[in-house]
Nanobody, 124 residues
């Protein structure tokens, strides 16, 4: 599956931004989807994951209550709505897909397929 993230940009602290990821190449609904991020000089970290049907979601503690992951299987797209953004949310955001049967909590350690990232910058 090929993944293409878009929608990043510059936003002030406290603001909102939405990023999306379009998938192609294989049946989108067969994959759990997720978002990860990597800030300069830091390791990649898990942000959120969503089940194949979209009925289950899982978030990192650092974004819980501020970020919302969703998907539209008819459009082969996964979204990440980011509210109450903080400067520490600044990073390159990557979408990922997983075709295994691993539990949702395990997906935080990595997924099968990765897209190119999109930059999100939050100014103070």
């Amino acid at each position: 599956v090929q993944l293409q993230a878009s929608g990043g940009g510059l936003v002030q602290a406290g603001g909102s931004l939405s990023v999306s990821c379009a998938a192609s190449g294989r049946t989108f609904s067969s994959f759990r989807m997720g978002w990860f991020r990597q800030a300069p000089g830091k390791e990649r970290e898990f942000v959120a994951a969503i089940s194949r049907s979209g009925d289950l979601t899982y978030y990192a503690d650092s974004v819980k209550g501020r970020f919302t992951i969703s998907r539209d299987n008819a459009k082969n797209t996964v979204y990440l709505q980011m509210n109450s953004l903080k400067p520490e949310d600044t990073a390159v955001y990557y979408c990922a897909a997983d075709g295994t049967q691993r539990s949702m909590t395990i997906l935080r350690y990595g997924m099968d397929y990765w897209g190119k990232g999109t930059q999100v910058t939050v100014s103070s």
